[in-house]
């Protein structure tokens, strides 16, 4: 199952369309390591938050920065390690949809794109990938419930309490949009999460009054 436009597989997702390069200067067409991506990706924010750059290309990395006149972010595993956020909390949620059966949930968490040996999910699984709605209805697919809604109402409660109580962005938003806004950036986010949970998340952050722009899932505009 493929949640993009593009080519997506374990470790890598090469876009459909052709897309921006790592300093938006061009357009090209490109191959992403997703670890490796991740990892440039968070480097980046830092050292675009904290207004420096690398010795090697640090002008033209500044020149180019210049001519960008927003940025739309990913939440989670963007702004919020997904791991770290998510990783317990799901496995609660499977085992709520399991009806407390911890066997049934592991056959949940394994149906659904984790992997049992590693513990991380798959690109391409709606944990992942995909909204709240998604997973909900991929459990509750793989053991026949039929109570669909119910259980979806129930579990976006305990996602959206965790954003409210329990998730920790990988740096201080309030400051790292700051000093974008600061640059005269325009800063939106778009995640498969609700709106209403993006909403929260940022709130608890600190960051609403830096965002011109917040979408989830559920907003109007599709999904990623």
């Given at each position: 199952?493929?949640?993009?436009?593009?080519?997506?597989?374990?470790?890598?997702?090469?876009?459909?369309?052709?897309?921006?390069?790592?300093?938006?200067?061009?357009?090209?067409?490109?191959?992403?390591?997703?670890?490796?991506?991740?990892?440039?990706?968070?480097?980046?924010?830092?050292?675009?938050?904290?207004?420096?750059?690398?010795?090697?290309?640090?002008?033209?990395?500044?020149?180019?920065?210049?001519?960008?006149?927003?940025?739309?972010?990913?939440?989670?595993?963007?702004?919020?390690?997904?791991?770290?956020?998510?990783?317990?909390?799901?496995?609660?949620?499977?085992?709520?949809?399991?009806?407390?059966?911890?066997?049934?949930?592991?056959?949940?968490?394994?149906?659904?794109?984790?992997?049992?040996?590693?513990?991380?999910?798959?690109?391409?699984?709606?944990?992942?990938?995909?909204?709240?709605?998604?997973?909900?209805?991929?459990?509750?697919?793989?053991?026949?419930?039929?109570?669909?809604?119910?259980?979806?109402?129930?579990?976006?409660?305990?996602?959206?309490?965790?954003?409210?109580?329990?998730?920790?962005?990988?740096?201080?938003?309030?400051?790292?949009?700051?000093?974008?806004?600061?640059?005269?950036?325009?800063?939106?986010?778009?995640?498969?999460?609700?709106?209403?949970?993006?909403r929260t998340a940022m709130l608890r952050a600190k960051a609403t009054h830096h965002l011109d722009f917040i979408c989830g899932y559920?907003?109007?505009?599709?999904?990623?």
């Amino acid at each position: 199952m493929s949640y993009g436009p593009g080519s997506l597989s374990e470790r890598s997702y090469t876009p459909k369309l052709a897309g921006l390069d790592d300093l938006g200067s061009s357009l090209i067409t490109l191959t992403v390591d997703l670890s490796a991506y991740r990892a440039n990706l968070r480097a980046r924010l830092k050292a675009f938050g904290e207004g420096g750059h690398s010795s090697a290309g640090g002008g033209r990395a500044s020149r180019e920065l210049a001519m960008i006149a927003a940025i739309l972010f990913d939440k989670d595993g963007t702004l919020y390690d997904f791991y770290r956020t998510w990783g317990v909390l799901t496995e609660q949620a499977a085992l709520f949809v399991a009806g407390g059966d911890a066997e049934r949930a592991r056959f949940l968490m394994e149906n659904s794109g984790k992997d049992p040996a590693t513990g991380k999910y798959a690109p391409s699984s709606p944990i992942a990938a995909g909204s709240n709605r998604e997973i909900v209805e991929v459990w509750c697919g793989l053991i026949q419930r039929i109570d669909v809604d119910d259980v979806y109402q129930h579990v976006s409660r305990m996602f959206l309490e965790h954003q409210r109580n329990g998730v920790e962005p990988v740096l201080d938003l309030d400051v790292f949009f700051g000093r974008l806004k600061g640059r005269g950036l325009r800063l939106g986010i778009a995640t498969m999460d609700s709106e209403k949970a993006a909403r929260t998340a940022m709130l608890r952050a600190k960051a609403t009054h830096h965002l011109d722009f917040i979408c989830g899932y559920d907003t109007g505009h599709g999904v990623k």
